[in-house]
């Protein structure tokens, strides 16, 4: 049983389109996060959800959407796409978003914008 | 902000050999640092992390790291490693991202080649 699911792993699409990727985590926890990995593999927090509400939200253009229908579930909308967007991005999940939660991650969905 | 540091982007050695993974951090105060490796082409997975107590750290796949407060580092280490440690291996401190939510904030990571 994975943990953490992503999907999908790989997305190619052109410039201006809107895309969407969906993550899942099985382990009950609360808290859930969008990180993204630029080519030069640092990775730099997105958003964060706590059972539904947004708690974090970084330095992020608002073409960038996440949508958390329930506790299980976050999903990632990226409108009008950039070559710049191109990166992996990585779900993860944490029991309550504590300081000291381990925080579950992904396997990951690599975006490449043509 | 707290931010942590990894002085090596790539440390390359020989199977078997030991190796050090190195990372300062900048926070005056409490910290709460955490080891991830990735593996290629998979997310990333927990080694270890230090809340508080003792500053030997044990994590799995037989690496440790040591807290080091008056040097402020978390340097991560393996007596002998084996090819299939060869990964990129992330320093990372936990801080407030907003409300009572943390975050991790990362290095720049470490690409740990293993030879045969």
């Known amino acids: 049983d994975t943990a953490v699911s992503q999907t999908p792993k790989y997305l190619v699409t052109q410039m201006g389109n809107d895309k969407s990727i969906k993550c899942e985590q099985n382990l009950g926890h609360d808290t859930m996060y969008w990180y993204k990995q630029d080519s030069k593999k640092f990775l730099k927090i997105m958003f964060s959800?706590?059972?539904?509400?947004?708690?974090i939200n970084e330095t992020v253009p608002n073409r960038f959407s996440p949508k958390s229908p329930d506790k299980a579930h976050l999903n990632l909308h990226i409108n009008s796409l950039e070559l710049g967007d191109s990166a992996v991005y990585f779900c993860?999940?944490?029991?309550?978003?504590?300081?000291?939660?381990?925080?579950?991650f992904g396997p990951g969905t690599r975006l490449t914008v043509l | 902000a707290q931010s942590v540091t990894q002085l090596d982007s790539q440390v390359p050695v020989f199977e078997e050999a030991p190796v050090e993974l190195r990372c300062n951090y900048s926070s005056s105060v409490s910290v709460y640092l955490f080891w991830y490796v990735q593996y290629p082409n998979q997310g990333l997975q927990l080694l270890l992390k230090y809340l508080s107590g003792s500053t030997l750290v044990k994590g799995i796949n037989g690496f440790e790291a040591e807290f080091n407060k008056s040097q402020t580092s978390f340097h991560l280490r393996k007596p002998s490693v084996h090819i299939s440690d060869t990964a990129e291996y992330f320093c990372?401190?936990?801080?407030?991202?907003?409300?009572?939510?943390?975050?991790?904030?990362f290095g720049k990571g470490t690409l740990l080649t293993v030879n045969p």
């Open positions: 959800y706590n059972n539904k509400e947004l708690i």
């Open positions: 993860a999940s944490s029991l309550q978003g504590y300081r000291t939660d381990t925080q579950y």
């Open positions: 990372a401190v936990s801080e407030r991202g907003g409300g009572s939510n943390y975050k991790l904030t």
